[in-house]
């Protein structure tokens, strides 16, 4: 069995090893990972690649930058908001990559000017039948859907009620990124937790769509959503699955399960708005 080196009086071996490793991180926040033996298929481009797929939307929403040193050859290659994209055409990758690069910046442009489609002010989420057309007004859903058909970002903010196991009530917030124009339905789409990539997580959409993306932020005053679904995710944070007995270990009501699913049918319904298939006389029905 492998356990942490923790002998405080032994200061020498730790400060060879900082040396060695380089390690610069002191008192900040962060993780710093050395591998003595890396194996010879992970190069900076391998690195880069795998950086890019798994966290381009907390670089590019500016709460990430990656710095990659190569120590052999003395160069090293930074991973910003201002260079993604440039490194993303440079290095060959997949298309739908680049379209979901575009469709981020484009939605933090969209977040930073607070240019959000709003649920109607007498709208609330009550049980996991989630989100319908009937969560927006009329005039607001028409001006989605034809943004959607055009070919444009469009951007929800929708707001879930939870309730805390001492009975008092606090709303989380998720935000919905869609572009249309899409030929091909995709069952895997963009969720982020924070900036964790919950890259197993489906979309049960049953219509195409170019990108999709759902980010349950984290902000400076904390997100209620955020940390319910933390509970809900596998050790690997790969999807969110049912943990009631994680989630009802003393912080939220016995009754607070179905947010869960809720957020979960998010990304296929807003999809199923969007495009105008969804069946409203059902929606009226889930809805109470």
Known sequence: MIYPFVDPDD???????????????????GLSVFIPDVRREITENELMHAIIENF??????ENLVVEINDLGTGTSQVIQKANILSLVDSNGYADDLRATIEVSLEATRLASKDEF?????????????GL??????DANLKKMQDAYAA?????????????LANSKK???YADLFAKGSGSEIKPIYKAFRGNILIEKEKCRATQPYDVLILDIFN??????????????EDPGHTEWKNSTLRRTLGTYAPSEYWQRHAV????????????????RGTARRLCG
Do not use: C, W
């Open 11 to 29: 200061t020498d071996s730790l400060s060879r090893f900082r040396k060695h490793a380089q390690l610069r991180r002191n008192l900040e926040n």
């Open 56 to 61: 381009f939307f907390p670089i590019i929403k």
């Open 264 to 279: 979960q049918r998010f990304g296929s319904s807003f999809i199923a708005l969007l495009s105008g298939t969804e069946n």
């Open 132 to 137: 319908t057309s009937d969560s927006f007004s």
């Open 117 to 129: 489609f709003y649920p109607r002010p007498d709208f609330e989420f009550t049980n996991d039948a």
């Open 151 to 163: 070919g444009e970002v469009v951007s929800a903010r929708l707001a879930i009620p939870i309730l």
């Open 170 to 172: 606090v709303v989380g």
């Open 219 to 232: 902000d400076d005053d904390g997100n209620e959503l955020s940390e319910y679904m933390k509970y809900a």
